[in-house]
């Protein structure tokens, strides 16, 4: 079986890729494969029983067409300065252009035309001034929020157009590993269910996200592909009620704030805000349980979530920064028995952990119901637990009452980006015929910046063939 390009993983990148060969009438013979369920298939039996049954072989939530993103909270994130450091590689300017271009074709596949976060009046000038007062800096980013629902009925109408339009896409089939033949790409090693095949392409697009950062990790190491180690996140899911968030909600949607706190001055940022949603749980292949957030469409909550993410960049001699993330979420899963933890501000500072009997008496309800009172503290590298209260106390400045006793910390919160590919502005690798694109390239973070990514290796993909 030989194809024109062979596309791994089915999240926004690889989707992009094929859209845009399809809408430029290539012609080419595509392929994608995807490891998780069609987009029409993926359920998550917690909204059943009430608790996370640890599917096999794969969560749900993270794998499927339209990647971890889409089932999260599907924001898109419509500037350039938010998203990673794609621009860096291909130019600030040409990078929003292909973001503007993209943002069509998501509304052309029924996304919402209201944009949320472009609000102008006193009301955003008094956020910055306590922004710039607490140190902080706030990042204008006009948000298109699809909401989680409304995700899953957007990208099955993407996913139905792509199989209308030739593309052949393998579920539940798993790359292992890539074919190199006189130093070129040429081909993947495939396990489909009980059966494993070679499967050989002209070009071959690694786009796996976050979920197969460690995995791309490896490929690159057996193979040569040139890389150097990347960044990981490292942070919690903080909850207040919607009282506390309501200036910040009404007038930005989500509040894009970064911060250098002392001692160390690491680069402290909040992501992933979520008006009136919900705390939830994910689970990654060596069952490593993380929590997210999710903002729904029609259905909301009481409460706000966000990120707080300490980013953590390594040297010589170490170059596993994947691998110390994982070990953080494992002792933090150890301590919950599995589940997600749970702890109140006000805990942390006292030096003791939340009981459950004193969650239950709070003004502020877990909205992960399963999420176990404990002590964060325990499993939190110092480093990272100094930045995050440092960064919550500047929080307190722009939003009064952010750093309430009763706001709820859960863990682990972690981002896993992979070990940076090294490429040129054609996306080209140093392996011929390889290319690596979204999270999985190291190069960007959200559903925008990847999809733009996509749409950009489309291109160059139909230049290489004139």
Same mark, same amino acid.
């Given at each position: 079986?030989?194809?024109?390009?062979?596309?791994?993983?089915?999240?926004? /990148?690889?989707?992009?890729?094929?859209?845009?060969?399809?809408?430029?009438?290539?012609?080419?013979?595509?392929?994608?494969?995807?490891?998780? %369920?069609?987009?029409?298939? $993926?359920?998550?039996?917690?909204?059943?029983?009430?608790?996370?049954?640890?599917?096999?072989?794969?969560?749900?939530?993270?794998?499927?067409?339209?990647?971890?993103?889409?089932?999260?909270?599907?924001?898109?994130?419509?500037?350039?300065?938010?998203?990673?450091?794609?621009?860096?590689?291909?130019?600030?300017?040409?990078?929003?252009?292909?973001?503007? @271009?993209?943002?069509?074709?998501?509304?052309?596949?029924? #996304?919402?035309?209201?944009?949320?976060?472009?609000?102008?009046?006193?009301?955003?000038?008094?956020?910055?001034?306590?922004?710039?007062?607490?140190?902080?800096?706030?990042?204008?980013?006009?948000?298109?929020?699809?909401?989680?629902?409304?995700?899953?009925?957007?990208?099955?109408?993407?996913?139905?157009?792509?199989?209308?339009?030739?593309?052949?896409?393998?579920?539940?089939?798993?790359?292992?590993?890539?074919?190199? =033949?006189?130093? $070129?790409?040429?081909?993947?090693?495939?396990?489909?269910?009980?059966?494993? *095949?070679?499967?050989?392409?002209?070009?071959?697009?690694? /786009?796996?996200? *976050? *979920?197969? #950062?460690?995995?791309?990790?490896?490929?690159?190491?057996?193979?040569?592909? !040139?890389?150097?180690?990347?960044?990981?996140?490292?942070?919690?899911?903080?909850?207040? $009620?919607?009282?506390?968030?309501?200036?910040?909600?009404?007038?930005?949607?989500?509040?894009?704030?970064?911060?250098?706190?002392?001692?160390?001055?690491?680069?402290?940022?909040? +992501?992933?805000?979520?008006?009136?949603?919900?705390?939830?749980?994910?689970?990654?292949?060596?069952?490593?349980?993380?929590?997210?957030?999710?903002? @729904?469409?029609?259905?909301?909550?009481?409460?706000?979530?966000?990120?707080?993410?300490?980013?953590?960049?390594?040297?010589?001699?170490?170059?596993?920064?994947?691998?110390?993330?994982?070990?953080?979420?494992?002792?933090?899963?150890?301590?919950? /028995?599995?589940?997600?933890?749970?702890?109140?501000?006000?805990?942390?500072?006292?030096?003791? *952990?939340?009981?459950?009997? =004193?969650?239950?008496?709070?003004?502020?309800?877990?909205?992960?119901?399963? !999420?176990? #009172?404990?002590?964060?503290?325990?499993?939190?590298?110092?480093?990272?637990?100094?930045?995050?209260? =440092?960064?919550?106390?500047?929080?307190?400045?722009?939003?009064?009452? +952010?750093?309430?006793?009763?706001?709820?910390?859960?863990?682990?919160?972690?981002?896993?980006?992979?070990?940076?590919?090294?490429?040129?502005?054609?996306?080209?690798?140093?392996?011929?015929?390889?290319?690596?694109?979204?999270?999985?390239?190291?190069?960007?973070?959200?559903?925008?910046?990847?999809?733009?990514?996509?749409?950009?290796?489309?291109? %160059?993909?139909?230049? =290489?063939?004139?």
């Amino acid at each position: 079986m030989n194809y024109d390009v062979i596309i791994i993983g089915a999240g926004p /990148a690889g989707i992009f890729t094929a859209l845009e060969l399809i809408k430029k009438q290539s012609g080419k013979k595509i392929l994608m494969i995807e490891k998780g %369920k069609p987009v029409d298939r $993926r359920h998550c039996p917690k909204a059943e029983v009430g608790y996370c049954v640890q599917c096999k072989p794969n969560c749900a939530i993270t794998t499927g067409f339209s990647g971890a993103g889409a089932f999260s909270d599907g924001k898109l994130s419509l500037s350039r300065e938010v998203g990673g450091d794609f621009p860096s590689l291909v130019g600030e300017d040409f990078a929003q252009e292909l973001i503007d @271009y993209t943002d069509k074709i998501y509304l052309e596949f029924g #996304a919402d035309t209201k944009v949320e976060g472009i609000y102008e009046g006193d009301e955003i000038k008094l956020i910055r001034k306590r922004a710039i007062k607490a140190g902080l800096k706030l990042v204008d980013c006009p948000i298109r929020h699809l909401g989680t629902e409304k995700a899953q009925q957007l990208y099955l109408n993407i996913q139905d157009y792509l199989l209308d339009h030739g593309v052949e896409i393998l579920f539940e089939s798993e790359c292992e590993n890539i074919l190199l =033949e006189n130093g $070129r790409c040429c081909g993947v090693y495939v396990k489909e269910r009980s059966t494993q *095949r070679t499967i050989t392409g002209e070009h071959i697009v690694i /786009a796996t996200g *976050r *979920r197969g #950062a460690d995995w791309l990790e490896k490929v690159c190491a057996e193979n040569g592909i !040139a890389h150097q180690p990347g960044t990981v996140d490292i942070g919690v899911r903080v909850e207040c $009620r919607n009282e506390i968030m309501e200036l910040i909600n009404k007038v930005l949607y989500e509040g894009k704030l970064i911060g250098y706190p002392k001692p160390w001055k690491n680069k402290v940022r909040t +992501f992933c805000q979520n008006p009136g949603g919900f705390v939830a749980q994910e689970n990654y292949d060596n069952y490593l349980a993380v929590v997210n957030g999710h903002s @729904y469409k029609d259905l909301k909550s009481s409460n706000t979530n966000l990120a707080i993410l300490v980013s953590h960049n390594f040297t010589e001699p170490f170059n596993q920064p994947i691998a110390y993330a994982q070990k953080v979420g494992e002792l933090t899963n150890m301590l919950g /028995a599995g589940h997600i933890l749970v702890q109140r501000y006000g805990d942390i500072l006292d030096g003791k *952990r939340t009981w459950a009997k =004193e969650l239950s008496q709070s003004n502020i309800q877990p909205t992960l119901k399963d !999420a176990v #009172a404990g002590d964060i503290t325990a499993a939190m590298p110092y480093r990272a637990m100094t930045n995050i209260i =440092e960064f919550i106390k500047m929080l307190d400045e722009v939003v009064p009452g +952010f750093a309430s006793d009763e706001t709820l910390l859960y863990s682990p919160e972690l981002k896993f980006y992979s070990n940076k590919v090294k490429m040129d502005q054609n996306l080209n690798t140093n392996i011929k015929g390889l290319h690596c694109l979204g999270d999985s390239s190291g190069w960007t973070r959200g559903l925008m910046m990847a999809s733009a990514m996509g749409v950009l290796m489309g291109r %160059k993909l139909l230049e =290489e063939e004139k």
